[in-house]
């Protein structure tokens, strides 16, 4: 079985109408993978809200306090592209409480899937991009509480460049970082992970899989993690709103597959989160978010 993470609260978001963000496709790919029979009721967990105690580990707890207590400033929320909301709070907290859970049953079962996470743009000081609280970082170093974990690889695959991810983990030499990503879109500025592939714009599917297969190949010889956190962004896909290479849906699951493969091969537990996707169509979206689903079942069953 491979244990699915999800929480009611990760779509209930109200969001201005002609908002980006599609805050309910959490839901909908939950009905999804349900519908099609891509996941079953039994394999669903939801995790417990995160604290401002746990939280302050990776961000600074004056920040943590104003976020949850609704009094950061609005050029602060203006940043983060979210009006401040009670509901807003809930799911931000269950969020990255779920990816730790994923991690979590990642090492026990040797995968583990998230319907959210990927926030990697979340710094240690502020939010950006959608991202509020870093919940890669957060459960990374919380993962290395645990026995037999003393190095986790983020391999992030996001269309976007983890510049949070970067800054956060610069000072914990037992967290790797690799960002995967295309060179001309947000953010502007980048940071400097461990590891940063730059791809041109309008890069298609084999050159982007021969840069995925050959780079986690690296890191697992190189690093030998003993958890793997992977960010299976599909806003790499050619229609996505706010990506700009050109990798087709079959591309999104041969590229899934590969890395869970690659873990599985050498024994390494994947925590994997759903990462970024835009478009106005919930039910392409369903479609290329589920690939990471369907990869890991195929890779599983094997």
């Given at each position: ?169 610069t000072v914990f030499d037992d967290i790797i970082t690799c960002s995967i990503h295309c060179q001309q879109n947000f953010p502007a500025r980048k940071q400097q992970s461990n590891y940063d592939i730059e791809l ?53 699951f041969v590229r899934d597959e590969d890395v869970i493969q690659q873990a599985k091969s050498a024994e390494i537990p994947i925590a994997c989160v759903i990462g970024g996707g835009y478009s106005n169509d919930k ?20």
């Open positions: 079985m491979i244990p699915l993470i999800y929480h009611a609260s990760y779509s209930k978001l109200a969001l201005p109408s002609k908002h980006r963000f599609p805050s309910t496709k959490y839901r909908y790919l939950y009905q999804y993978l349900l519908e099609q029979k891509i996941a079953s009721q039994s394999q669903f967990f939801a995790s417990e809200k995160v604290t401002q105690n746990q939280l302050a580990s990776i961000h600074c707890p004056n920040y943590v306090r104003g976020f949850i207590t609704g009094t950061l400033d609005t050029k602060s929320m203006r940043r983060i592209g979210f009006p401040w909301s009670e509901t807003l709070v809930e799911r931000t907290l269950y969020s990255v409480a779920g990816t730790e859970l994923t991690c979590l049953k990642a090492i026990e079962y040797g995968c583990a899937i998230h319907l959210s996470g990927g926030y990697h743009h979340a710094h240690h000081e502020f939010g950006s991009g959608f991202c509020i609280f870093n919940d890669m970082s957060y459960a990374a170093l919380q993962a290395l509480k645990q026995p037999n974990i003393e190095t986790v690889l983020i391999f992030d695959c996001d269309v976007h460049q983890g510049d949070g991810t970067a800054t956060i983990t041109p714009r309008g890069t298609t599917d084999k050159q982007y899989l021969e840069t995925v297969q050959q780079a986690l190949a690296y890191l697992i010889r190189l690093h030998q993690p003993d958890l793997i956190i992977y960010d299976a962004g599909v806003d790499i896909h050619a229609d996505d709103n706010l990506g700009y290479l050109d990798i087709s849906t079959t591309g999104i039910d392409l979206l369903n479609i290329r978010h589920s690939q990471l689903f369907l990869a890991a079942n195929t890779v599983w069953s094997e």
